[in-house]
């Protein structure tokens, strides 16, 4: 009997164990369900400050965000990038430079939401991030949990200094750890398109980065040391092929906005709205503090905003090529279509497109576009003046590095 005691003991206790072991120690690997159902929108500090960030900044890019009409226009976040970091603590728990942040994360995060913004937040999965402040690797759970804490909605998390890390693997651990800190968190991950992140992480970020980074440049690639910066046409290039792992919740990432730092006014707006047939986040680079009334005009365009937040969720396409014109069209929600005739030459290219004789079938989308059968009327959503109907042919001239963005509504 007593041996039969020790046994049933042993069992319980093995069993306990057991249970126990499976309820601590079992990981979700799945990214928080319900978030960036439309493309994400909102502001960087990288692409403009790099690693020169304070609370000041940040607090005056919300006022600035606010007041200049972006929030209005679906602007949400306010993200910093690189360099907020300063050090560990004993328990290795990270804080912020206390010299850029006096106030701490918390209270910024507090004012941040005071304006019915959000705030983002950087790191990177190896020991070091790319401005050589501490990395996550290694602190996961705990980063994830003071991010909880300060009430973080967004995290960039980069790949800089991940020897003998795979990406897959990292960025599953970061997601389990946002998990376990119970906050929803976008993540957006940012591992360059190096390990083909379109292929496994539409159930683990709500964002990964396509290529490398982004400089403000319309062609070629930018050295910059011993890595190199890919201009707007040449990440352009390399989208197009991408475009059936995008939807809501699960975007392709070719980058952050370069407008208005320091293209001309026809490229940033060709750069914008590209970016907003390809279903793109949206997220600005740029100084709001300090705009012109260009800049505003092209980074406040709702119309143009409409297609890239468009409901449907599908990333637009290349159709034909000839003689550096482009065409791009996006189908778009109820049956109505974008289309924007991208200019890459340096010399203006006329456009005559005759809707009938162009049948469009998505396969993706399982939309048409078909003006034998039905027509549509034209609205240019730059001019932002109507363009006819689709029962005419159209006659346009597309500046150099420039477009013609239209959308057409059924009628």
Not at 157 to 176: M, Q, S, V
Not at 355 to 384: G, M, P
Request: hydrophobic fraction near 35%; charge should be neutral.
């Amino acid at each position: 009997m007593k041996h039969a005691m020790v046994a049933i003991v042993l069992l319980v206790v093995g069993t306990a164990t057991g249970y126990s072991q499976g309820n601590n120690y079992a990981q979700n690997y799945k990214k928080y369900e319900g978030l960036a159902m439309t493309p994400p929108m909102g502001w960087n500090s990288w692409n403009k400050f790099a690693c020169n960030v304070d609370e000041n900044l940040i607090k005056e890019t919300a006022d600035a965000m606010v007041a200049s009409g972006m929030k209005d226009a679906g602007y949400t976040y306010i993200n910093i990038d690189d360099c907020w970091h300063g050090e560990r603590d004993s328990l290795g728990f990270i804080h912020a430079d206390p010299k850029r942040f006096p106030s701490g994360l918390k209270a910024l995060s507090d004012y941040v939401h005071s304006k019915g913004l959000k705030l983002g937040i950087y790191s990177d999965a190896g020991s070091q991030t790319c401005g050589g402040k501490p990395g996550s690797r290694g602190y996961e759970f705990q980063d994830a949990q003071m991010y909880a804490k300060w009430g973080i909605d967004y995290l960039k998390y980069d790949w800089c200094n991940t020897e003998g890390l795979k990406a897959e693997g990292a960025y599953k651990t970061i997601t389990a750890a946002l998990r376990k800190a119970e906050r929803p968190i976008v993540l957006s991950m940012c591992e360059w398109g190096q390990s083909n992140p379109w292929t496994w992480a539409t159930n683990v970020g709500h964002l990964w980065r396509t290529t490398g980074d982004i400089t403000n440049q319309w062609e070629g690639i930018k050295t910059m040391g011993n890595w190199h910066a890919l201009s707007v046409m040449k990440i352009l290039e390399s989208q197009d092929t991408l475009r059936k792992y995008a939807g809501p919740g699960h975007w392709n990432d070719p980058d952050m906005l370069e407008v208005g730092n320091g293209m001309p006014v026809n490229e940033d707006r060709a750069h914008f709205s590209m970016w907003a047939m390809i279903a793109a986040p949206l997220i600005a680079g740029n100084d709001l503090r300090n705009m012109s009334p260009a800049i505003k005009e092209i980074l406040l365009n709702k119309e143009v905003i409409a297609v890239n937040q468009d409901a449907l969720g599908v990333q637009g396409f290349k159709h034909t090529s000839k003689d550096s014109l482009e065409t791009w069209l996006k189908p778009l929600k109820g049956g109505d279509w974008a289309i924007c005739f991208l200019n890459r030459s340096a010399k203006a290219r006329t456009v005559d497109f005759n809707w009938k004789e162009n049948v469009i079938n998505d396969t993706l989308s399982k939309q048409s576009l078909n003006a034998s059968t039905t027509n549509y009327s034209i609205r240019n959503l730059w001019s932002k003046k109507s363009a006819g109907q689709t029962s005419s042919v159209l006659h346009a001239s597309v500046p150099s590095h420039d477009v013609l963005m239209l959308r057409l509504d059924k009628l």
